[in-house]
T-cell receptor, first 115, second 111 residues
Framework: GAVVSQHPSRVICKSGTSVKIECRSL??????MFWYRQFPKQSLMLMAT?????????EQGVEKDKFLINHASLTLSTLTVTSAHPEDSSFYIC???????????FGQGTRLTVV | GQQLNQSPQSMFIQEGEDVSMNCTSS?????WLWYKQDPGEGPVLLIA?????ELTSNGRLTAQFGITRKDSFLNISASIPSDVGIYFC???????????FGEGTQLTVNP
């Protein structure tokens, strides 16, 4: 299957600082990338969808000024959590797809802890 | 919010037993996907289904796309300890649309 690499896998930051998470498709060009948030023992919650070269589409209730998404190339999307607070602590996962249909491949996830 | 009903929520089985889990929806999906997630990792794609009635295998795993296009099941035969994890179904309504995930099935395999 296709490989999606997410970095970092774990990050601890202080309240008020910003954190950037990278998502790269290593062996294919990703027309669309997705960012999810997952709480313990729960399913994946879609935060936003991004297409290369255009603005991300955010799900209802997700603050676009807080969770900045950039999809500058067909192989890289970034999620920046700005002015992080402890309640932003969570597991963030990206996925990438190269066609409109079906299969989306996930990164390894990033465990964010805000102290 | 979630629109896929996945069951069971959890299963505790003995090594060697077969496992079955399913997802149902009130609306039609054109694609069904099954993923497995290990603790602290992202989901890994197990099987993708694209046609109603399709039955696809991947080793000891078998999944079917329901004829009504509103359900799918995943079977695991002869379970082994490394099958432990959370299994998610996901559906896609139309080409290019987002995935909708089930709530997950937590599988525990006792040696």
């Amino acid at each position: 299957g296709a490989v999606v690499s997410q970095h970092p896998s774990r990050v601890i930051c202080k309240s008020g600082t910003s954190v950037k998470i990278e998502c790269r498709s290593l062996d294919f060009q990703a027309t669309t990338m997705f960012w999810y948030r997952q709480f313990p023992k729960q399913s994946l919650m879609l935060m936003a969808t991004s297409n290369e070269g255009s603005k991300a589409t955010y799900e209802q209730g997700v603050e676009k000024d807080k969770f900045l998404i950039n999809h500058a190339s067909l192989t890289l999307s970034t999620l920046t959590v700005t002015s992080a607070h402890p309640e932003d602590s969570s597991f963030y996962i990206c996925s990438a797809r190269w066609t409109g249909e079906g299969e989306a491949f996930f990164g390894q996830g990033t465990r964010l802890t805000v102290v | 919010g979630q629109q896929l009903n996945q069951s069971p929520q959890s299963m505790f089985i003995q090594e060697g037993e077969d496992v079955s889990m399913n997802c149902t929806s009130s609306s039609i999906f054109n694609t069904w996907l099954w993923y497995k997630q290990d603790p602290g990792e992202g989901p890994v794609l197990l099987i993708a289904l694209y046609k109603a009635g399709e039955l696809t295998s991947n080793g000891r795993l078998t999944a079917q796309f329901g004829i009504t296009r509103k359900d799918s099941f995943l079977n695991i035969s002869a379970s082994i300890p490394s099958d432990v994890g959370i299994y998610f179904c996901a559906g896609q309504r139309t080409s290019g649309s987002r995935l909708t995930f089930g709530e997950g099935t937590q599988l525990t395999v006792n040696p």
